[in-house]
């Protein structure tokens, strides 16, 4: 018998007594529960508003209800939905005076808000939660909202951090604000979950504390972070934290400019991506592990692992993706003097970027393809009507070449999962094989650039 039967069978039988009506919707809820924890979020749902429909007069079970209901729809991302049953859940808390009742709406009001992107309300609420835990002497209360508070204001410095489209370490005051706010509330939560001896805490913690540090450019702190993540991960056996951690200990070493530590923690990355049967990361791993060995010059590795994310993006029929690769594989054929696959890709590139609409991927290309033409006279006809057309496309009306601001998009020399990444120069411009090289000296320091970063 469903949800559905058991109303229905209730309201043919209007003479059932208050106590089996409890009952009912008692047994609504916990079959509902029951549901929600085996992963049928959507059939908990139908047994909790089922109970709901039924109805209690025990308000204390009734606000349960509720936030069950919340937490179901935020697991099935229905946030406006979420949002109005613990809404009712706080209400009721107040009404009948539940502080810790009160405070764990709250809580789950300040979550939702975070992922609605409402993150002032978000911080009231988690706030209030952390205001009524300490009352209480709710040391589990404060520490969870302790580290509530910490990912509304570390969502709300990413989000900021996004909309300036600056570098690690270089973001406005403002942003830089919200973040180190982020990292203070991370601390503070460490302490307390290290007094509970909650390891699986901690390790969430260190976690976000290092990715906030990150971002604050603060990167030997967030290698210190990170390896605390990915030593709890290990001991709980964790693949899916330790992968994390080693991926961000590989972008904080691309920014340190330890290039060489940075490729064994995305090996490892990789190994574990494959080991999880995620191809998504692991194409991400293989374009992270491409871009480190072209600083590390090392061309050939980075040709054969940007194959590999070329082949796995178009696989996924992921073009933007396919896109970077094209444009990685450019530049490293390049550097080893293949002009030939040099224009292959970067014809490539060309493709993708004017069918995904991304004017800048657009304009690299044509700057690449007019360099390979000067290099191999206008002779070559691989795609003569194109690269006829660079020269006109490439010089404005003044004669001069447009100026390339950074590279979006697929030009960016993104790391795995984070926006931005940049590390030391190059220490020598000689490559072992003595072909004619293109590194066109702006397009080299442009992708220097994006790795440059200060040392924590």
């Not at 040709?303 to 070329?310: A, C, G, M, W």
């Not at 590390?423 to 442009?446: A, D, F, I, V």
Request: aromatic share 8%.
């Amino acid at each position: 018998m469903d949800a559905n039967d058991i109303l229905v069978s209730l309201h043919e039988h209007p003479y059932h007594i208050r106590y089996r009506m409890e009952a009912s919707c008692l047994e609504l809820a916990l079959e509902g529960e029951r549901l929600c924890k085996a992963g049928d979020c959507r059939a908990g749902v139908s047994f909790f508003e089922a109970a709901v429909q039924v109805g209690t007069e025990d308000l204390k079970t009734l606000s349960a209800i509720y936030s069950q209901l919340g937490n179901a729809y935020f697991y099935l991302h229905d946030y406006s939905k979420a949002l109005e049953f613990h809404h009712h859940d706080l209400t009721l808390a107040r009404t009948i005076g539940d502080r810790l009742g009160e405070a764990k709406a709250s809580g789950n009001l300040g979550n939702t808000f975070k992922l609605l992107g409402r993150f002032d309300e978000a911080v009231v609420c988690c706030q209030r939660h952390l205001d009524i835990s300490r009352e209480l002497c709710d040391k589990v209360g404060e520490a969870r909202a302790l580290y509530n508070l910490g990912n509304a204001y570390h969502a709300r410095g990413k989000s900021l951090a996004c909309a300036e489209a600056q570098d690690p370490g270089n973001f406005p005051e403002e942003v830089m604000d919200v973040l180190q706010k982020a990292s203070e509330y991370y601390k503070e939560n460490l302490v307390i979950v290290k007094e509970l001896g909650d390891r699986a805490a901690q390790g969430r913690a260190y976690g976000n504390l290092g990715n906030t540090h990150y971002l604050l450019g603060n990167f030997r702190k967030a290698v210190r972070s990170h390896q605390q993540r990915l030593e709890i991960a290990k001991e709980f056996g964790d693949r899916s934290a330790e992968r994390r951690a080693c991926s961000n200990l590989g972008n904080a070493h691309v920014f340190l400019g330890e290039f060489a530590v940075a490729a064994e923690y995305y090996k490892r990355t990789l190994y574990l991506a494959r080991q999880l049967k995620d191809r998504a990361v692991e194409a991400q791993a293989c374009y992270s592990l491409g871009n480190t060995y072209t600083l590390l010059q090392d061309y050939e590795k980075a040709i054969e692992y940007h194959l590999k994310h070329l082949m796995i993006a178009q696989e996924l029929c992921d073009r933007i993706g396919e896109g970077r690769a094209c444009w990685s594989l450019g530049n490293a054929y390049t550097a080893v003097g293949n002009h030939e696959q040099a224009v292959h890709f970067a014809e490539k590139h060309f493709d993708i970027s004017r069918e995904v609409g991304d004017k800048s991927g657009e304009l690299t290309a044509r700057m690449n393809l007019s360099d390979l033409q000067l290099v191999l006279g206008v002779s070559y006809s691989t795609n003569n009507s194109m690269l006829s057309t660079i020269h006109e496309l490439d010089y404005n009306s003044q004669g001069a070449r447009p100026r390339l601001d950074l590279r979006q998009s697929m030009e960016k020399m993104e790391l795995l999962k984070l926006s931005a990444e940049k590390g030391q120069s190059w220490k020598s411009e000689t490559h072992t094989k003595q072909k004619p090289t293109l590194w066109k000296q702006s397009t080299k320091l442009l992708f220097i650039n994006r790795f440059r970063g200060k040392k924590a």
